[in-house]
């Protein structure tokens, strides 16, 4: 077990071998994850953390290079976290390489890359990431660019880490219509349609300033419609454009008030996913031992509801005796 206040230390004073290490133990063991975090304390270095959200090949890590390369120009110390959900197994190593492989040799102390899973058999890799993002901040770079792919629930839960999001969308990348359905919109702080010299981004763009327009999510929750930016990460196009919207937004009050709100909902809905998540556990479970005994599909409503309360009251209570004991 390494001593934990001189790993903390060496964060602090910028070391990258004491960071490594201090984010492996975040990753790996939650109650490191804990000290560490209380070890921190709350008052963080002033950092901008930027989410890169989209569907697989949209060109978030061809975007985070050439803001890499913007930022360097601006002599930032810049972090890169790419969150990987699809591969336990390599423990989300293929997002990092990716990232690696398109960025040119740079001092970790000015360009640090991790790669970091969104699963693991802990439970606790939301809180890992969470841990992360704060000792990349208290290691003093200056930006965090944390890439995350697809629409599930791990960007709901990465972006409640960040201080913007900025979806990728590109023209025949994903389903963008789904994509307006599925409320990846309203997290965005700025929408951006890369690979925009593809034919068809012009109607893409239409379809979704359209949507934007008419969607009522932004003032029933109080956020912001987030600006559309065109680039073409590939060659640069627009990517100094976006850089500056970055900064501009980072400074703007109401754009960081509604993200604040923005955070609080998803807050609440990633709670009531988890108390779902864990009622639908226990329920199968019961339904399972109670198949023999009891006929649920012919069950009346009523006599169903019972059933259900029944249930529910039993496992409180046995988790309240498996707490108290
Ligand atoms: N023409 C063009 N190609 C691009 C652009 N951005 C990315 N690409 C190419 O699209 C492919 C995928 O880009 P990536 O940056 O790896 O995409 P990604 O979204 O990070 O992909 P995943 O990490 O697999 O989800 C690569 O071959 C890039 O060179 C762009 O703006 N224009
Ligand atoms: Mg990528």
Redesign the pocket.
């Known amino acids: 077990m390494p001593n934990l206040p001189e790993l903390l230390e060496g964060v602090k004073a910028r070391q990258v071998r004491a960071l490594a290490k201090a984010i492996s133990l975040a990753e790996n063991a939650p109650s490191s994850a804990e000290h560490l975090l209380a070890g921190l304390g709350s008052v963080a270095p002033r950092s901008l953390v930027v989410g890169i959200t ?1 569907a ?8 985070i290079k050439a803001l890499i390369e913007q930022g360097l120009k601006d002599d930032l110390r810049i972090a890169v976290l790419a969150v990987d959900p699809s591969s336990p197994l390599s423990g989300g190593a293929l ?1 990092g390489d ?1 990232i690696r492989m398109v960025v040119p040799e740079t001092e970790p102390e000015r360009l640090f890359i991790r790669s970091l899973s969104s699963r693991g058999n802990d439970g606790g890799v939301s809180r890992g990431i969470a841990v992360t993002i704060q000792l990349v901040r208290h290691a003093g770079y200056d930006v965090v660019l944390v ?1 995350t ?1 697809g629409a599930g629930q791990c960007e709901f839960d990465v972006v409640r880490f960040v201080d913007l999001v900025c979806v ?1 969308l590109a023209e025949g990348f994903g389903d963008e219509l789904q994509a307006m359905k599925s409320g990846l919109m309203e997290i965005a702080d700025l929408l951006v349609i ?2 925009c ?1 593809r034919p068809g981004t012009a109607n893409l763009h239409r379809e979704l300033e359209s949507h934007l327009a008419h969607s009522s999510r932004f003032e029933r929750f109080g956020l912001l419609q987030p600006p559309v930016l065109l ?5 640069g196009n627009g990517i100094a454009e976006l850089w500056l919207r970055l900064k501009a937004l980072a400074q703007d009050e109401a754009c960081l008030a509604a993200c604040a709100r923005k955070r609080q909902h998803l807050a609440h809905y990633s709670a009531v996913a988890s108390i779902l998540e864990l009622l639908k556990g226990r329920l199968l479970a019961r339904l399972r031992e109670d198949s023999v005994s009891v006929n649920i599909a012919t069950l009346p409503p009523l006599e169903l509801r019972r059933w259900l309360l029944e249930v529910c009251h039993e496992e409180l209570s046995r988790k309240h005796y498996a707490e108290e004991n």
């Open positions: 989209g697989t090949g949209v060109g978030k890590s061809t975007l997002l990716r890439e792919t990728l890369n690979k010299r680039t073409d990460a590939l060659s």
